[in-house]
């Protein structure tokens, strides 16, 4: 059975940082590319990053340069980096990979 597990939320002020992590479980970690994505209520979930499996990162133009994805095979994690948090990046993000399996998010909150 697939597993993803998302941590690592919580709330941040304006200009803060957060790390996420998401830990698999249930197939071949290391051969997977795996995906960030955040959704708010109401709303389509929105792609955030993708990291290969060879270690090539993607970023949406909305986390460029204040996000960043790596990944622990070893561990089966994979993290997102956030720097910089802005109001609108408020939202549940959870982790996907390419088969459309998700983890079941964190909550993340950016609020002065």
């Known amino acids: 059975e697939v597993q993803l597990v998302e941590s690592g939320g919580g709330l941040k002020q304006p200009g803060g940082s957060l790390r996420l992590s998401c830990t698999a479980s249930?197939?071949?970690?290391?051969?997977?590319?795996m995906n960030w994505l955040r959704q708010v209520p109401g709303k389509r979930p929105e792609w955030l990053s993708a990291?290969?499996?060879?270690?090539?990162?993607l970023y949406a133009t909305s986390v460029k340069g204040r996000f960043t994805v790596s990944r622990d095979n070893a561990k089966n994690t994979v993290y997102l980096q956030m720097n910089n948090l802005k109001p609108e990046d408020t939202a549940v993000y959870f982790c996907a990979t390419d088969e459309g399996f998700r983890g079941q998010g964190t909550q993340v909150t950016v609020s002065s």
């Open positions: 990291i290969k499996k060879d270690g090539g990162a």
């Open positions: 249930g197939f071949t970690f290391g051969d997977s590319d």
